[in-house]
């Protein structure tokens, strides 16, 4: 008999080696094939193991968690639970805190300054932005690139992109703070937070549950409209410095 399971809490294939690794190691499962993409577990079993037995295996591996989205005839359910977890909340509350300090600390440094303005407000902003996520990225490049594999649209069809990306948002985070060659920066932020966007509004638009990378492996936030957000607000920023600058 074949089961799907859905699973949360991988990242990056190395999850999915351990995940599978401690399912295989139940007498009854004859072969286990477990997806990123998708993340979830096609099980086929001699006899049917209980999801308690599931859950305890798969919970070896590490911080994941297995439940089941078809019943005993192979019908799906109707409807998965998109109920968010205390831990995933938690991460939200994290990511708000990094946008709140990183325009808090720009603020400051406008109301100090001579001239403040708008513009320079947001391209400092930005310059925050991608210093900050870029720095959480490079702290486990390899994960990053795995996990972003998962849902980005060219990162799906070339890893490399994955392993180059943290270093985009480093250079464009480091043109935008010296203001070097400001209009083509914006233009270049514009054309890879647009690209980043798409995966994010089709992995929505499909209800995929997937771990956002937008902040590496450090901090596990679930892929939702908080990402698109961030894409979507530093997309509109730098179409309104194109237009303005």
């Known amino acids: 008999m074949t089961h799907t399971y859905s699973i949360t ?25 477990v997806q990123l993409q998708s993340p979830q577990a096609t099980i086929v079993m001699n006899k049917h193991i209980p999801i308690t037995v599931l859950k305890q295996a798969v919970a070896k591996a590490g911080n994941y968690s297995i439940d089941e989205t078809s019943d005993h005839s192979g019908m799906s359910k109707d409807k998965i639970s998109m109920t968010e977890t205390p831990e995933e909340q938690g991460s939200y509350l994290s990511i708000f805190l990094i946008f709140g300090y990183i325009a808090g600390v720009v603020t400051i440094i406008q109301v100090s300054s ?15 932005f991608f210093l900050v996520f870029s720095f959480f990225k490079l702290m486990n490049i390899k994960g990053f690139a795995e996990g972003y594999s998962s849902y980005d649209i060219v990162a799906k069809r070339f890893l490399v992109w994955g392993f180059i990306y943290p270093f985009v948002e480093l250079v464009l985070g480091i043109l935008l703070l010296t203001g070097f060659e400001t209009k083509g920066t914006t233009i270049a932020t514009f054309l890879v937070m647009g690209v980043s966007s798409v995966g994010v ?3 929505l638009l499909k209800k995929q549950k997937f771990q956002c990378a937008c902040l590496g492996t450090i901090i596990k936030l679930p892929l939702s409209k908080v990402t698109l957000f961030e894409d979507l607000l530093m997309v509109t920023m730098s179409l309104v410095m194109i237009v303005i600058i």
Do not use: H, N
């Open 114 to 128: 001579d001239t403040p303005d708008l513009m320079t407000w947001m391209r400092y902003f930005m310059a925050g």
């Open 9 to 33: 809490g991988m990242t990056c294939m190395s999850c999915v080696a351990k995940v599978k690794s401690e399912l295989l190691k139940l007498g009854d499962v004859a072969s286990a094939d």
């Open 201 to 203: 509004i089709q992995s």
